[in-house]
């Protein structure tokens, strides 16, 4: 099951740290999931989830402050949440979640994205089912054995453990997120090398080679779109 989550986040951080689009994008999830209940994390699961995912990805202090504020201002700024499926070169499946405040924007950029890099939009429901959500967190300074203990003894379910790189790396089932961090957090750990809900494929492919660039530059290009929040797919890119 395991995709070498660290490298995966490593990547995308170095990525786009360069033009700190990743915090701007973390700006907009924090608000929108601050609005969406109190702007606490102790009292709003929605938030608590994000605010942990940005912590793994360094976003700095004045982003998420500035982010929250907003949320407990009196501005009112409408995101919709959108998923929109489809497939790459050789057929391989992607789905691009975004958060927009301009939804013919956001759909006509996407399919664009699409279109110009070898892939097209699918319907509602043609590649999700094709993936699980799923809760993935990892940690440093446990090994498998001793963190299969900590979880059975605290009574956390989880789908699979796993040894990837020098973290142990949990999945589990999304409303398992907290549960599982939790755990950790009794036994002194609260520093997690990732801490993410996303979508897994249930099984991965590889492309010809000759198909692996058009494949990366479709999946750089609906990265780098303004709207789109995450991007899943189901292609085998450990190196």
């Known amino acids: 099951m ?37 702007p606490d994390p102790e009292s709003n699961r929605a938030l608590k989830v994000v605010l942990e995912r940005a912590k793994t990805y360094n976003v700095p202090k004045a982003i998420i402050d500035r982010a929250l504020d907003k949320a407990k201002g009196s501005a009112e700024e409408t995101y919709t949440e959108l998923r929109y499926e489809g497939f790459g070169p050789n057929g391989a499946m992607v789905i691009v979640d975004t958060l927009t405040n301009n939804v013919n924007r956001t759909a006509s950029d996407v399919r664009s994205a699409f279109n110009k890099n070898g892939g097209n939009m699918g319907v509602s429901g043609s590649v999700a089912y094709m993936f699980d959500a799923t809760a993935v967190i990892g940690v440093t300074g446990k090994s498998l054995d001793e963190v299969f203990e900590l979880l059975m003894e605290a009574d956390v379910e989880v789908r699979d453990i796993m040894e990837e790189d020098e973290s142990v790396i949990v999945y589990a089932e999304p409303d398992q997120f907290h549960e599982v961090q939790e755990a950790f957090r009794n036994v002194g750990i609260s520093d997690f090398t990732v801490a993410e809900l996303t979508m897994l494929a249930q099984n ?36």
Not at 217 to 227: M, T, V
């Open 204 to 239: 991965y492919v590889e492309l010809p080679a000759d198909a692996v660039p058009q494949f990366e530059k479709l999946i750089d290009a609906l990265e780098d779109l303004e709207d789109v929040q995450q991007v899943y797919h189901n292609v085998d890119s450990e190196e």
């Open 2 to 38: 395991g995709r070498k989550w660290n490298n995966i986040k490593e990547k995308k951080a170095s990525k786009d740290a360069n033009t700190s689009r990743i915090y701007a994008k973390f700006g907009v999830e924090i608000y929108v999931a601050a609005k969406k209940g109190e």
